[in-house]
């Protein structure tokens, strides 16, 4: 069936990470035999918001942005899923990360549907008055339309604590009451779960230890390289290093850094906060974004944006195991290239799912009003990934398939026989 979004004459772009999801998702599906009703029912969004939000800006004048939020599943529960703040924001890498929301909660079987949002904006260049200003509003044209039982944001790359504060109270302010689990990764202060700072980073590491057992591989002897050095690249860094993990080669958008003996993750983290760039750390060599991403290592973390395993770059991947700690960071034309060189693929929808897993126990621990220690929250993690670990590996004992389309497979048919079951209103 041709992709409802796009025309006929388009040809499908490596890039566009929407092809790139509905590529595996039309594979999974068909590889299911999934009922052809409910096949044409997934492969839609429920709904794509797109809107125009005036922001007045320090000078005075005011500026519109473009802002979007797609709200992509609600078969298993309220959407859920981050909100994204960047230049190169588009309507198709919204819908894309939408999905794959829907594929993830579904993967580590939690009861959250899909959806992410995104502002066109250059956020490094406004100030934090006017970030304030932009959320608010943003948050105040989607009132009738997320909440806790509809829709639930989070933060995701340009957004953060303090934006989830503010996206809270606005909110808050219009419900005239407090209404905390509107949104997840706030402050802990008011209504932020403890450890979901770290949250994705230790799926991640869970995810990487599970998949080491499979391989018999010792942490101690495990070179890891990992692009992004962000909220999941540099806490999956961190806590890898604290396993005992050799973390040879980090990378940010100003470049890279790698050391055969292991990083001294700490002080890189600390040298990038203090001056913004690896340029000029010395306990290393220096290479391209690039460059790092074909160096010899056991595991590979590419935990920064899409695209950066492509058709172009794939064959000279030289980890023996991929974990995505990015959504979308491997095409779905490099999938097969990989594929073919054994490489075990921790697909981003398992491997980066430790985030919006603590963002449930976040949810939930706003609405009993009773919190839990880190250690419960830790523990609860490693539970649901190692389970969501092992239920993708018999998937792909079962249908012969790879540990991709598996992922995909376990959570299609997941979110279609919730979708089955509650029936169809037409
Ligand atoms: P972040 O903004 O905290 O960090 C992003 C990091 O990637 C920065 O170090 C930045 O310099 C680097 N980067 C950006 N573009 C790059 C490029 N082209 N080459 C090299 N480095 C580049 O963002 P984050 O929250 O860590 O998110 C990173 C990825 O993980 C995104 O794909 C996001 O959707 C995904 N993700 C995030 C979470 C979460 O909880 N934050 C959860 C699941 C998935």
Same mark, same amino acid.
């Given at each position: ?6 025309? &006929? %004459? ?153 934006? +989830? ?7 808050? +302010? ?43 591989? &010792? ?10 050095c962000g909220n999941v690249g540099g806490v999956a860094a961190l806590l890898m290093m604290q396993e005992g993990y050799k973390i040879v080669g980090m990378a940010d958008l100003t470049g890279a850094l790698y050391n055969k003996t292991g990083l001294d993750v700490k002080s890189v983290l600390g040298y990038l906060k203090e001056h913004k760039t690896v340029e000029g750390y010395v306990e ?22 899409? #695209? ?18 990015? #959504? ?6 490099? &999938? ?5 060189? #054994? ?8 491997? #980066? ?72 209103? %037409?």
């Amino acid at each position: 069936m041709a992709n409802p979004f796009v025309d &006929d %004459a388009k040809i499908i772009r490596e890039d566009n990470p929407f092809e790139s999801m509905m590529q595996r998702f039309d594979e999974a599906a068909a590889r299911l035999h999934l009922d052809p009703n409910i096949y044409k029912i997934l492969r839609w969004p429920n709904r794509e918001i797109t809107f125009y939000i005036p922001v007045l800006m320090d000078d005075g004048n005011y500026q519109v942005f473009t802002a979007y939020r797609v709200q992509h599943n609600f078969a298993r529960g309220p959407a859920k899923g981050g909100v994204r703040y960047g230049p190169d924001v588009c309507l198709d890498e919204v819908r894309a990360l939408a999905a794959w929301m829907t594929w993830k909660c579904a993967v580590v079987n939690i009861p959250f549907g899909g959806a992410k949002g995104g502002i066109i904006c250059e956020p490094r260049q406004m100030s934090p008055s006017e970030l304030e200003r932009l959320t608010r509003r943003y948050t105040a044209e989607l009132l009738d339309f997320i909440g806790p039982e509809r829709d639930v944001p989070a933060p995701d790359m340009n957004t953060n604590e303090q934006v +989830m504060a503010w996206m809270m109270d606005t909110y808050s +302010m219009h419900a005239r009451h407090t209404v905390t689990a509107v949104v997840t990764g706030k402050p802990v202060e008011i209504g932020g779960s403890l450890g979901r700072r770290e949250a994705t980073g230790r799926g991640l590491l869970i995810v990487c230890n599970e998949a080491c057992r499979k391989y018999n591989l &010792d942490p101690e002897r495990t070179r890891v390289v990992i692009q992004g050095c962000g909220n999941v690249g540099g806490v999956a860094a961190l806590l890898m290093m604290q396993e005992g993990y050799k973390i040879v080669g980090m990378a940010d958008l100003t470049g890279a850094l790698y050391n055969k003996t292991g990083l001294d993750v700490k002080s890189v983290l600390g040298y990038l906060k203090e001056h913004k760039t690896v340029e000029g750390y010395v306990e290393a060599e220096h290479m391209t974004n690039e460059e790092i991403l074909e160096m010899d290592c056991d595991i590979l973390i590419p935990a920064a944006t899409e #695209n950066q395993i492509t058709s172009h770059n794939a064959d000279r991947i030289k980890c023996r195991i991929l974990a995505e700690g990015a #959504n979308g960071p491997t095409t779905a034309e490099a &999938d097969e290239i990989i594929s073919e060189k #054994n490489i075990y693929v921790v697909a981003d929808i398992l491997a #980066n799912a430790g985030g919006v897993t603590v963002s449930y126990f976040e949810w939930v621990q706003n609405r009993m009003g009773f919190y839990w220690t880190e250690a419960e929250v830790n523990s609860r993690l490693k539970h649901i990934m190692v389970n969501a670990f092992g239920d993708v590996n018999r998937f792909c004992e079962k249908y012969k398939v790879n540990t991709r389309l598996a992922s995909y497979m376990l959570a299609i048919d997941r979110v279609a026989y919730d979708t089955h079951l509650r029936g169809i209103y %037409a």
